[in-house]
């Protein structure tokens, strides 16, 4: 067999949300039903993603994933992030939906995932493997990277990240990435922190 094609199918909790937040990325509705269930197709170039409507579905606790390979992530990274700031004026980067930053992670992949408004995570991974890490800093930097970007857990990756910080002797070649992933690290665990009286 050759040739095949499959599409992950998505839950979400409204698809004209769903449309929207994918429209914004640059994809196209290439099919949209409301009854008698809701559903809708996104298509961007070869990527298909379609998604269904589920009452009482919870972004906060979806487990719906999928993985996209692509050649490079920096192009597709950048159209998204533009849409975004056309859109919101910045790269939402905390709580849902949100966008990852083209990391490279502890499996030797680069990748970046967007959590959509429905919490399914469409993860994007470079095709190839990357060569080992050549500092400390460099690794804790794909540790935190699997943990916070891939996993969700931000926490622990800004745990894993301060640690090797603490560490260095300011000559990593890496060290401004990194303090910068630090920072953005703290913005998405404040920004996904609920606000007194909300």
Known sequence: MANELTIPLLPCVDIDEMSAFYEMLGFSITYRQTRPNPY???????????????????????HSTCAVIVEDTGPLYEAFAAGMRAVHGKVLISGIPRMTRPRLRNDRYTGFAVVDPGGNWIRISKAVQEPEASTKLAKAMENAARLADAKGDERQGLKILEGALARTDG???????????????????????????A
């Open 40 to 62: 809708v197709c996104m298509r961007l170039e070869d990527i298909n993603l379609h998604f269904y409507g589920l009452d009482g579905h919870v972004p906060e606790q979806s």
């Open 171 to 197: 000559s990593e070649p890496e060290l401004a990435e990194a303090q910068a992933y630090r920072d953005e690290l703290v913005e998405r665990i404040n920004g996904s922190e609920p606000r007194p009286g």
